[in-house]
């Protein structure tokens, strides 16, 4: 019963680009804001283009997590800044 516990485990991990670059994605979007790119499609590109492709071969749904990031980061910068 505990392999199929440790295989569940390691099967639901390595669904996510993991902590370390979940929290670089944070900050390269906090930097791009810093910089005033007020596009968010280009926040998306600028950070998509500065992260290593170890974050991009983590799994098959990469991609739509950093998406999903990028944008969640940025909006709630956007509601920071308007007070909410």
């Not at 991990?13 to 390269?28: C, D, E, Q, Y």
């Not at 979007?29 to 600028?46: F, I, T």
């Amino acid at each position: 019963m505990k392999n199929v516990e440790k295989i569940a485990t390691e099967i639901l991990s390595a669904r996510t680009i993991g902590v370390k670059f979940k929290n670089l994605v944070k900050k390269l979007v906090l930097q791009e804001n810093a910089r005033g790119s007020g596009n968010p499609y280009y926040v998306l590109e600028a950070v998509k283009e500065k992260l290593p492709q170890e974050v991009f071969d983590s799994w098959e749904g990469a991609y739509s997590e950093i998406e999903r990031l990028v944008f969640d980061t940025n909006m709630s910068g956007v509601h920071k800044d308007l007070g909410r």
